[in-house]
């Protein structure tokens, strides 16, 4: 990885982008808002020039930050780093395009491109036919399709909130990310009673928790909500860094 970020260092950035002319630079907020990173090459006006009203300093003294590289990849990296886990920009200019420049790359999880609401509604009820076809035709017990049936519950989410989905192995610990930037982690069960289970590891990287159940064919809510709040109605077992959440008490916490 190679990437340098500019906060409250004007002189060092606009170094930068005068000695890298063909380099990469995003632009986002001090706090790296994950639904705020716009991709732009070094030579754009937006990045090199400031805009409208834009203060003395306001490239990275202000409200703003820059992130600077010669390769999109190493910016895809620092992206991933800061908790987007396909490596995407919000946002890539259409003023100075940086996908047509030559040291342009795709990232691998353009696989997102393809999740347009509507491929995530065919995929859901996909999905679902799958999850019947198994427990119903074969006698699969739920238990043991897991995997689908978290699918499921992604997929249903990203609908719900009209959010879009992470595919990468989830090294976040969230699955959706919403249009407001909010990180949800969605957690599926087939059982009647028990509970989830929740990494204490993952918390700081999660903002809402979504509880759905598969019963009588089709899931069902049983928690949305912040993931503090349903936390706080959790056991703790230092041992192995987890919380569990009994689905009877995370019920009646909305
Ligand atoms: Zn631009």
């Given at each position: 990885m190679s990437f340098s970020e500019f906060i409250n260092d004007e002189y060092k950035y606009i170094n930068w982008i005068q000695s890298n002319p063909n380099g990469f630079v995003i632009n986002t907020s001090k706090s790296k808002r994950l639904d705020y990173r716009v991709l732009h090459t070094a030579d754009c006006s937006y990045v090199t020039t400031l805009q409208g009203n834009a203060q003395e300093d306001?490239?990275?003294?202000?409200?703003y930050i820059k992130i600077c590289s010669t390769n999109v990849e190493s910016l895809r990296d620092w992206t991933k780093q800061e908790g987007e886990k396909n490596g995407l920009f919000t946002q890539e200019c259409a003023r100075c395009?940086?996908?047509?420049?030559?040291s342009y790359s795709k990232g691998i999880a353009q696989f997102d491109d393809l999740l347009t609401l509507s491929n995530i509604k065919e995929l859901y009820e996909k999905y679902l036919a799958l999850v019947r076809f198994e427990v119903?035709?074969?006698?699969?017990?739920?238990t043991e399709v897991r995997h689908l049936i978290g699918r499921l519950g992604e997929f249903y989410c990203a609908l719900i909130i009209d959010g879009s989905i992470s595919h990468v192995v989830n090294q976040h610990g969230f699955d959706v990310l919403s249009k407001t930037g909010r990180r949800i982690s969605v957690k599926t069960t087939s059982q009647k009673t028990g509970f989830v289970a929740i990494s204490a590891n993952t918390l700081e990287k999660v903002d809402d928790l979504m509880i759905l159940q598969y019963k009588n064919d089709g899931l069902h809510e049983v928690y949305f909500g912040d993931i503090n709040k349903a936390v706080s109605a959790a056991r703790f077992y230092a041992n192995i860094n987890k919380y569990e959440l009994d689905i009877s008490k995370a019920k009646k916490l909305l």
């Open positions: 306001g490239f990275t003294e202000r409200g395009k940086p996908w047509e420049h030559n119903q035709k074969l006698g699969v017990k739920p």
